[in-house]
Every structure is written in structure tokens, then in C-alpha cells.
């Protein structure tokens, strides 16, 4: 546990300010803990990211977190990130050729599904701190720790019914629901010091569908590490894992927040 807090107080104190400052260190810390992720993403599979296929996932990657007010750059040579995306599989289809299926089809699959998987994430993060404003970032934030802390104590206090156990046996029903009261409850309080741009009816209605994705996208996040039998994704942040790890509700909550605003 003390290793936990530590690491936690470490990152908030490298991770809050870029986020609070924006512009162009916050994109570089973004496509940082987008690039760890995919490498620990792919790494659950075998694969490498020092690697035709791991380099060629890596630069997908890149393209497709180019923020909408630097999208002029690819637009000026000509291309949309479409374009280059569909370039980039054929080269993937190709190379299991020149490989003669050792790099095979469903490597090409987990390998785009996991540049997707990291890469919308990541990207909305983007586009809302840049578009909407630090207040809704930290919204999201506070939204997360408060279902996790309350999904935690709550389930551990009260908890019975088991929510998921072949994906994740600790948490339960009861945990599940008081994540989601504890995330309302913050993100109301939250009115009082920040402009949210909500109704307290809609914010109520938001909060509680980003709190239930939240946890799903933290159960994703379990099964795919259960189906690849590793316990974290990876070993960079002491105590808490890996960045997908630490980032998986955000992957889920940050889109939805986008399309929700």
C-alpha cells in the first residue's frame, strides 16, 4: 500500500501540472503513455515492439492521435488518416506473406484492435482537454477515482453478489452500484467549484453512465489479461501496474464523454 501511494503522489505530481499547462507538453506526455500502452498491449501477445510489426502499430498509432487542430498536417500531403490507415494494413496482410504466416491474420487483427483500443482513448483525451477545457478532464478524473474508491469500499463493506468472478472475482454488484452513487454524489459536488456546461439533471444522468463504463472498461481490461494470463500489463508504475493498468477507464470514459458534451 505504501508503494501504491507513493507512486500515485509521484505521477499526480509529474501528471497534473502538463495537464493543467495543455498545449504541446501535454500532447508529447499523451503520445508517451499512448505509446507504453500499446507496447504493453502488444507485449500480453508475444509480440515486440522493436519489431516490423510492432514499429509499423507504433506509427499507426501516431497518426491517428494527430489532434484535430494539426490534422492540416497530413491534409497538406495530400492524405486523411483514413487513407494512410488503409495503407498501413495492407503493408500488415503483406508482411504475413513475407513471413509465411508466422506474423499471421489474427496477429494482424489483435494488432490493429489494440492500436484502436489504445488510440481512441487516448485521442478523445486529447481533443477534450484541447476543445473543452481542463474542467471537464479533471471531471473525468475525479468520476473514475470516485467509483473505484467507492466500488472498493463499498463492496468490501457490503458486498455478497458476486459481479463478474471468471473475469474479476473481487468485485461485486453492491461495489458496482456504490461506484456509480460515489460518482454522482463527486461529480454534483463537483458544480460548486467547477462550470460543467450541465444541468444537474443531465450531469446526473452522465455521471452515472460514465462510472458504469468506467467499470467496463476496467472488466475489459481484466479479461483481456486474464485471457493472455498476466497479472498486470505491465511493471512501469511501482505497485500499480503497468499504464493500461492505471488508463483503462479512462479508454472507455473519455470517448463518451466527448459524444456526450
Not at 51 to 70: H, K, M, Q, R, T
Request: aromatic share 16%.
Amino acid at each position: 500500500m505504501k508503494q501504491r501511494i507513493i507512486t500515485a503522489i509521484v505521477a499526480a505530481a509529474v501528471f497534473l501540472p502538463i495537464i493543467l499547462y495543455g498545449k504541446s507538453p501535454f500532447i508529447i506526455l499523451m503520445y508517451l503513455i499512448a505509446s507504453v500502452s500499446l507496447y504493453e498491449a502488444l507485449k500480453m501477445r508475444g509480440h515486440k515492439i522493436y519489431s516490423i510489426p510492432g514499429l509499423l502499430s507504433l506509427a499507426i498509432l501516431w497518426v491517428f492521435l494527430i489532434p484535430e487542430i494539426y490534422i492540416g498536417v497530413i491534409h497538406y500531403l495530400g492524405y486523411s488518416k483514413i487513407e494512410l490507415s488503409f495503407f498501413a494494413v495492407l503493408i500488415f496482410l503483406t508482411y504475413t506473406v513475407i513471413t509465411k504466416n508466422r506474423f499471421t491474420f489474427d496477429d494482424v487483427g489483435y494488432s490493429l484492435l489494440s492500436i484502436l483500443y489504445v488510440g481512441i482513448g487516448y485521442y478523445y483525451f486529447m481533443e477534450i482537454r484541447l476543445e473543452e477545457g481542463v474542467q471537464f478532464v479533471f471531471y473525468a478524473l475525479f468520476i473514475i477515482w470516485a467509483t473505484d474508491s467507492g466500488a472498493y469500499f463499498i463492496g468490501k463493506a457490503i458486498g455478497k453478489k458476486k459481479l463478474w468472478p471468471h473475469i474479476s472475482p473481487n468485485k461485486t454488484v453492491e461495489g458496482f452500484l456504490g461506484g456509480v452513487v460515489c460518482a454522482v454524489i463527486v461529480g454534483v459536488i463537483m458544480t460548486f467549484f467547477s462550470d460543467l456546461e450541465m444541468s444537474i439533471p443531465k450531469l446526473i444522468v452522465v455521471t452515472a453512465i460514465l462510472s458504469i463504463f468506467g467499470q467496463m472498461g476496467d472488466l475489459v481490461e481484466s479479461a483481456l489479461k486474464r485471457h493472455y494470463k498476466v497479472k498486470d500489463s505491465g511493471h512501469l508504475l511501482p505497485g500499480h501496474g503497468g499504464m493500461l493498468d492505471r488508463f483503462d477507464s479512462l479508454l472507455f470514459v473519455l470517448p463518451l464523454l466527448y459524444f456526450l458534451l
